[in-house]
């Protein structure tokens, strides 16, 4: 069997950072770009898996913005908005993957595996072409960050990727903000893309992350972390795990926590190299990663072959 030496240690401090990314993290602390004023307990003594996975369920409320969503219920924004929510529109969803971009990805051989799920999560601009293999070919929803959807050399309004399954952006709010202080300072101008985009593709879902979520769940990270986190929005990574955690009865998350093939590689289809994609600089990264590895109720075995934790929906807990 597999040492747990040689998986992700879920105890895992700024310490072993390197030296670069120690510096970025606390030059994020010091800028708290988005006024989190955190006053919450940190727990000294963990909570067990259990406990933690009903916090999450308790505290973390995902939804999507909806017709009725203050700044939203405009006769304008009626026409762009989704009519129908997102778990009818998807239906019951039994087992889901949930596919990091990780380089670690690469000669995975995982594609059958991750495509045998009822749905598969995919993020930002992540290809299914050319890597069916390593990564499967079922996208059934996709969760992209605003600045995709905004910045124009991403392609987002002609790349051909993004035609498939359903969409949901979502986009940085300050610190625990109202809806409508979101929506006058969107960390990227969205809208004007969004809007182009529905009146392109208006019959493939695509939904607005709500994001109160965002705050949510790094105050749980928060409280169970040791040191301090990133004053920054959780990564793209973990928003999707509890979003699947939502609709699925059960989640595999594959090269979130890495593989024996874990490599400094950012992405599985590029060749760009950096640290940072899997240890975190902007994103809490690292103690998402703690957070995840005490849940899992995989093996540590999964972890090391298959890059492979299980959680459980939400629905199939007992709390
Ligand atoms: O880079 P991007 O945000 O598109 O990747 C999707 C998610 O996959 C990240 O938000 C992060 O949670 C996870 N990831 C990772 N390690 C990498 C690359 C991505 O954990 N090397």
Redesign the pocket.
């Known amino acids: 069997s597999v040492g747990s030496s040689k998986v992700w240690n879920e105890d895992t401090s700024s310490s072993n950072l390197t030296p670069r990314l120690q510096k970025v993290r606390k030059n994020y602390l010091s800028m708290n770009k988005y006024n989190v004023a955190y006053n919450g307990p940190r727990n000294a003594v963990k909570l067990s898996p259990e406990k933690l996975l009903c916090q999450l369920q308790d505290r973390v409320n995902v939804t999507m913005v909806q017709r009725s969503d203050g700044p939203f219920n405009t006769s304008d924004w009626h026409r762009y908005l989704p009519r129908r929510n997102i778990s009818g529109e998807v239906g019951h969803l039994g087992r889901c993957a949930v ?6 990805l690469k000669s995975s051989r995982l594609g059958p595996e991750i495509d045998s799920h009822d749905a598969v999560l995919r ?4 290809p299914t072409k050319g890597f069916l293999n390593d990564v499967g070919g079922k996208t059934t929803l996709r ?1 992209i ?1 605003s600045q ?1 959807v905004t910045v124009e050399d991403q392609h987002f309004l002609t790349e051909t990727l993004y035609n498939t399954g359903i969409l949901i952006v979502w986009d940085p709010a300050p610190y625990h903000a109202e809806i409508h202080e979101w929506y006058r300072k969107l960390d990227y101008d969205f809208f004007k893309n969004y809007k182009q985009y529905r009146n392109r593709y208006p019959e493939q879902p695509f939904y607005i992350l709500n994001p109160k979520m965002q705050w949510q769940l790094w105050d749980v990270l928060q409280e169970n972390s040791v040191e301090d986190i990133q004053p920054n929005p ?8 509890v979003i699947m955690m939502t609709l699925c009865d059960e989640v595999d998350i594959y ?4 593989s024996k093939r874990q ?5 599985y289809y590029q060749r760009f190299h ?1 640290r940072a ?4 600089a902007y ?1 809490p ?1 690292l103690f ?2 703690n957070l995840v590895k005490h849940m899992n109720r995989g093996t540590d075995e999964a972890i090391y072959t298959h890059g492979k934790v299980t959680l459980p929906g939400f629905r199939n807990m007992q709390c």
């Open positions: 596919v990091s971009s990780a380089g670690s993020f930002n601009g992540a969760l960050n995709l959780p990564s793209s990574g973990l928003l999707g795990i090269e979130f926590l890495p490599t400094d590689i950012c992405h950096d994609c899997t240890m975190g994103h990264l998402e990663k």
